[in-house]
């Protein structure tokens, strides 16, 4: 027995067994061991038909139109089959096709695999690693559809002294740095030139991330307009990124810049944190606000500086000063008179004394007009400089003298 293909057109007309009248019998019908498709894709399945012996080929084909043939799938999900022997894939598996005539003696089968294929991958654009804290993390990277079949995603470092990746996509961190984590696919099947160059890459931070915030004070009294900076310690030092964010519970109470700084606003109490950018590590400051008060009257909203009552007792006490010194006619500035040169001894009981100008008396005649005008002799001989001593009433008994001149 010979086996002969023929293949017929799309659509076949119901046929019988045995074609009448023609001698040819039909014993067997055949498919194609596998048929491959991808999701969506159609294709028409044509039976092969065996006879006894040679026939002629014209002969054949009319007995294979005498045949009424039925078309199942045991798998719809997978592939369809409509009455023509056209299959369609559905979904992503495997299902049989069978072909059988009306009256059931004769059938054949055909196993198809229906394929997804990659269209893309998804992949963080970036990820970040502490290497003091969260080292690891899946990368998240998924081939796209998620029902795609025979891929997987592989993975590479560009630097593993950064970061490393493993097979099943986890990033763990090794030292502070960047680097890029490539994520393409293998596939079971041969490359087209769609799924050829797919891949997709995420950029890698690995850094020291802030563990603690020390505050030099963690609680202060500040009075009414008074400031005050608040020294914030980061730990580690070598900390990545060691900004750290002010804010104030009460603004009214109290506001603070971003350097720290606290500007007391009213009286009350509020609450200062600061913050790193991540908003994970913090700490608190309780400030505590006083109205502006004067340690010299006890009173409120000024300082001693400017205390009225201060200012006035210091008024009043210069004005009582004052008023107990006697009138002084402004003086010009004095010139040192020169002292009486004293005549050397001349073993008389009383001298005579010469004063710088020339007038001559015995001392105990100085000593008269001293001991009668109440005046020091400086005060006489001062007057000699610039001013006429006789109008002066502390050396009115000087008349004796003359006027200066």
Sequence with gaps: MKSV????????????????GCGVRIQRLTLP????????????????YETEGEEDPDRVAE???ALELVWTSSDEGVARV???????????????????????????????HVTVPPTGISAPKTLTLAVNGSAS?????????ADATDVRPVYESSDPTVATV??????????VGQCTITTSLASALPATAETAFLCAQTRVSVIRQMEEIRLDNTEGILTVGSRYTIGATVLPADTTNPALTW????????????????TAAGVGQCTLTVSNTAGDVSAS????????????????????TVCPVKAAEEQAAAQAAAAQQPAQAPQETAVQAPQPEQPADTGEEDPLVTNPWGITLHQSEWDEIYRTSGARPEDCFSMFSGIDWTQDPSCATNGQLGAKG
């Excluded at 293909?5 to 009448?20: D, M, N, Q, S």
């Excluded at 409509?82 to 059931?104: C, K, L, N, R």
Aim: proline content about 5%; overall charge negative; charged content about 10%.
């Design 5 to 20: 293909w023929y293949k017929l057109a799309a659509l076949i007309l119901p046929l019988a067994l045995v074609l009448a």
């Design 33 to 48: 061991s596998q048929l491959v498709l991808s999701r969506g894709v159609s294709q028409t399945l044509t039976p092969g």
């Design 63 to 65: 007995a294979a139109q």
């Design 82 to 112: 409509d009455a023509a022997g056209q299959v369609t894939a559905v979904g992503a598996g495997d299902a049989e096709i069978s072909v059988t005539d009306a009256a059931g003696r004769l059938q054949a089968a055909t196993r198809v």
């Design 137 to 145: 993390q899946p990368l998240g990277a998924a081939v796209q559809p």
């Design 166 to 175: 493993d097979e099943a996509g986890t990033v763990t961190a090794v030292g």
């Design 247 to 262: 804010q104030s519970s009460d603004p009214a109470v109290a506001t603070v810049d971003e350097t720290g700084t606290v």
């Design 285 to 304: 400051y309780a400030l505590t606000v006083r109205p502006l008060s004067c340690s010299y009257c006890g009173g409120t909203g000024h300082t001693s």
